[in-house]
């Protein structure tokens, strides 16, 4: 188990630098499901209060099994090895970094 700080609300889960993409500028890109704004290679998460403490499950080529408050389906595009959980303020030693097989 991990725990990430969302700080400002919003943490990042993406596998490369993602931060220049206009398409994931959090005041002019279009929000999807829940107020995220995604890429093929990245999302990015909005949340609300309950003291920044989030879960994400992450399904890789299949999907939940169970019924879960919010679940937001989408694919992602790996150009690495890793995906990583980041939020605004965090530097890499801060970061969640979950092993990726690339088939």
């Not at 889960?13 to 990245?42: C, M, P, Q």
């Not at 499950?57 to 890793?82: A, G, H, L, M, T």
């Amino acid at each position: 188990m991990y725990r990430i700080f969302a700080d400002h609300y919003q943490f990042y889960i993406y596998d490369y630098d993602h931060y220049s993409n206009e398409r994931l500028n959090w005041v002019s890109a279009t929000a999807k499901d829940f107020g995220y704004i995604s890429t093929e290679k990245a999302i990015y998460v909005k949340t609300v209060s309950d003291l920044n403490d989030h879960r994400i499950r992450v399904f890789i080529n299949q999907e939940p099994s169970i019924s879960y408050e919010q679940v937001f389906s989408s694919n992602i595009e790996f150009e690495s090895d890793k995906l990583i959980v980041s939020a605004p303020a965090n530097d890499e030693e801060n970061d969640f970094v979950l092993p990726v097989v690339v088939n």
